[in-house]
């Protein structure tokens, strides 16, 4: 080749290389620079704190922390007060009902799923000095959380677990983006998840609430050694939950040994020994990690960033029918895809496409709700059609407007 080729080619990987540099950090230098001196002075709303939120869980690193949150509901499985009262629901044990309940958490809870981080806390993406007249109000965020506290009410949950679970929705992210990611949370981003999470605990009823990142942290610590101990319930709930998530991989050639090996890598000691399960050898461990570092290597230094939110929930304005929310549907599904649409044509052959080649269980259809959800119906199936007013009521309170009936 002539030397000016290779020149060329060499000035343009060069030149590539900046670009995605200067382009993965823009928007968390945008975002850092607008927040700083909020932060700083430790004045940060909890609708700000959702802003910044949105930076890591739906830009820079929506894959990794969705994951971090689905961790951190299973890692609360290691509790036998826990998982005692899961087991005690049967809502896991049926392939049926876990597979839905995994559905309704990932569009309750979990992020990039979580309605609750990805709708607006307080009804408005705006806060009133900076909103328009005309600005639409989306409710989404708090009828999830009314629907969940309504939920949480049937059953005999302590505050210590309410407190436990919150502590890791706030701690786990940044955990795992340090652990994993292409970058490590900012002392602005983790401060911002600690208020985040705070406020929704709060707004949960949840007595003594550590009041800082490192309380938290201490707080979560000194439970796992008094609260987290082995118990037979602990791994039939992580067995049937690990089940669902691995359901897509085949038995063949060991292949679904081996990835539930690779999820017993993901979980730190305690947990693991608490769940009852075996111990992976250093290379299963090697190949975890090596996976994990690799991946945020390439997307480091390799890849430009996320144009637009990646999020479970659709993060446009709601519609509304006849005065109240219409029914949703997530923007992805699990291998049961419940409340996927019916779909002709094209979308049609898709679905088939996904249901032959075993991503799916079965196509989309109303015995799987495929109308959709209102997150005032989400939960174990037999409550479906119960308390949905007073869950509307609950959200309205939480609005600040007590007529607010979901429109
Ligand atoms: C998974 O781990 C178990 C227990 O450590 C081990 O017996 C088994 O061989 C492992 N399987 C694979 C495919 O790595
Ligand atoms: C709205 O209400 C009208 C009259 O009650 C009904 O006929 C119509 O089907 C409703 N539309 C939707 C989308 O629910």
Not at 148 to 161: M, T
Not at 165 to 170: D, E, Q
Not at 212 to 218: D, K, T
């Amino acid at each position: 080749m002539e030397p000016i080729v290779i020149d060329i080619a060499c000035a343009a990987v060069v030149l590539y290389l900046c670009v995605v540099r200067s382009l993965r950090w823009r928007r968390y230098n945008a975002i850092h620079a607008e927040y700083r001196t909020r932060f700083e002075s430790k004045n940060l709303t909890p609708e700000e704190a959702q802003k910044i939120l949105h930076l890591s869980a739906y830009y820079d690193m929506p894959l990794l922390l969705g994951t971090s949150l689905s961790f951190a509901l299973f890692k609360t499985y290691a509790v036998p007060s826990i998982s005692k009262i899961l087991a005690a629901t049967r809502e896991l044990k049926s392939k049926d009902r876990i597979s839905r309940r995994y559905a309704d958490t990932e569009i309750l809870i979990c992020t990039p799923a979580a309605t609750w981080v990805a709708c607006p806390i307080s009804g408005y993406l705006d806060l009133p000095d900076k909103r328009s007249p005309d600005a639409q109000p989306d409710p989404r965020a708090m009828i999830a959380l009314a629907r969940v506290n309504w939920l949480h009410s049937k059953y005999p949950i302590s505050n210590d677990d309410f407190v436990y679970t919150l502590c890791l929705f706030a701690l786990e992210p940044p955990t795992w983006a340090a652990r994993y990611g292409w970058r490590s949370l900012s002392n602005i981003e983790c401060y911002a998840y600690f208020v985040f999470w705070f406020e929704i605990g709060q707004r949960m009823g949840i007595r003594d609430i550590p009041d800082s990142v490192e309380n938290m942290r201490a707080w979560s610590l000194k439970y796992e050694k008094e609260c987290m101990v082995p118990a037979q319930t602990n791994k039939d709930v992580a067995g049937y939950t690990t089940d669902e998530l691995l359901h897509v991989i085949p038995e063949t050639f060991g292949l679904k040994n081996f990835f539930r090996n690779i999820s017993i890598c993901l979980l730190e000691e305690p947990v693991r020994i608490a769940m009852l399960q075996p111990m992976q050898s250093w290379y299963m461990h090697a190949i975890t990690r090596g996976t994990f570092h690799t991946i945020s290597f390439v997307q480091r230094s390799l890849c430009l960033p996320r144009r637009s939110p990646k999020s479970v929930v659709n993060m446009e304005s709601p519609k509304f029918e006849n005065g109240s929310l219409a029914r949703q549907h997530p923007v992805w599904w699990q291998s049961k895809p419940w409340y996927k649409p019916q779909s002709s044509g094209l979308g049609y052959l898709k679905d088939k496409l996904a249901v032959l080649s075993g991503f799916y269980t079965e196509m989309p259809g109303p015995h799987l709700k495929s109308g959709g959800y209102r997150l005032e119906e989400l939960g174990p199936i037999h409550v479906e059609r119960s308390g949905q007013e007073q869950v509307l009521r609950m959200a309205g309170e939480l609005l600040g407007c007590p007529a607010f009936r979901g429109h």
